[in-house]
């Protein structure tokens, strides 16, 4: 049972115990705007576990910032509530919630340094603002430069300092509370493919040896197949579908999220093999078919055509494939033009069904492409 099918006061002594940090229970979020009230966020209910690495990802406008900002409560909700630890945010006294956020970092796509302050000052600045005395701050300040890997760089001001460095400051000052909670909001957009994949090395490393739950608002789906473990995906304001990301990625169960997963796993036939596909209904049914085959887990690491030649006497003909990890666990694809009589087919592609292998039917093969195979 979940700690959201339990009434309330229940919730927060089991949410002590439990290894749920983060709760938002039918979460809502009204601008009022120049055409009318614009519901931002209808009704989002998200259960986030400690020390998850967790992936919000949307297009833009889907209400991905507006979210994060109603977890710390930066953006108080319309209705719903939010739970961070034993906290009921949502239940907080302005006060109260200044308190709370000690226990919530938060870092962003740009960085929001203070430019006239050199790295170090910046990441003492939260410290030196719950009054922490000076030799501790020097201390921690140090230990989070050694963290985040910029010890050389203590005295550079942020306009000496290249993006990827303005996010370690970023991190580092997100961590000087020792927060339980990190907050990313669009934390590597503004940053190149390379620095955006040691900086998100860099937040899993802290991750593992903090245990420390990190949320990550996205819209770049590279970024939740790099690090989360779970993922939500958010489309007008409402999450259409949720899972472990090897799920997310191998099943896509809604329209929005399979065009994230295609834009990283490209399943599509390439273009210039499309001619080789023809159009429905123009080839007899005898004529050679395209399958694409799905291999995920350890179906991926089984002789699956080989067996399939030996027991149906089929033939194919390899178009396309790639295999990706995702979790560690493999992933792959693969076109063929399978030759050999209906009823052979069809059985070959009930035992691919009897392996949870997704053997999908493209088309038959055209008139060319048959001649010259
Ligand atoms: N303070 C505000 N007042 C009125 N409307 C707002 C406010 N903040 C956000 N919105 C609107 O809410 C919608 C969602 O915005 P939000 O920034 O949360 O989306 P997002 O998914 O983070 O998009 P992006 O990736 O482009 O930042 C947008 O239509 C935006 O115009």
Known sequence: MTPLQHP??????????????????????????????????????????????????GRSGAGKSTLVRCLNLLERPTSGKVWIGDQEMTALTEAELRRARHSIGMIFQHFNLLSSRTAAENIALPLELIGMPRPEIQARVSELLDLVGLRERAGAYPAA??????????????????????????????????????????????NRSLGLTIVLITH????????????????????????RIFDVFT????????AFVQEVLNRDL????????????????????I?????????????????????????????????????????????????GPVAARDAALATLAQKNLTAEVLGHVADTAAAAA
């Open 8 to 57: 309330p006061t229940l919730r927060c002594l089991m949410l002590l115990e439990d290894t749920t940090v983060i709760v938002t229970e039918s979460l809502t979020k009204i601008f009022p705007g120049p055409q009318g009230p614009s519901e931002v966020l209808r009704g989002i209910s998200l259960n986030i576990g400690k020390g998850e690495v967790f992936g919000i990802i």
């Open 291 to 339: 399958w694409r085959i799905t291999f995920t887990g350890p179906s991926a690491n089984e002789p699956i055509l080989s067996d399939l030649v030996r027991h149906f006497d089929l033939s194919f003909n390899i178009l396309h494939g790639h295999i990706d990890y995702i979790q560690g666990l493999p992933f792959g694809t693969l076109v063929v033009e399978a030759h």
């Open 251 to 258: 099943q896509p169960r809604h329209a929005v999220s399979r």
């Open 220 to 243: 770049e789906m590279p970024v939740v197949k790099e690090i989360a473990d779970r993922v939500a995906v958010l489309d007008r304001g409402e999450v259409v579908e949720q899972g």
């Open 270 to 289: 390439p273009e210039i093999l499309l001619p080789r596909l023809a159009p429905p209904g123009t080839r007899e049914p005898s004529t050679p078919v």
């Open 161 to 206: 300092l290249s993006g990827g460095q303005k996010q370690r400051v970023g991190i580092a000052r997100a961590l000087a509370s020792k927060p339980s909670v990190l907050l990313c909001d669009e934390a590597t957009s503004a940053l190149d493919p390379e620095t955006t994949k040691s900086i998100l090395s860099l937040l899993k490393d802290i």
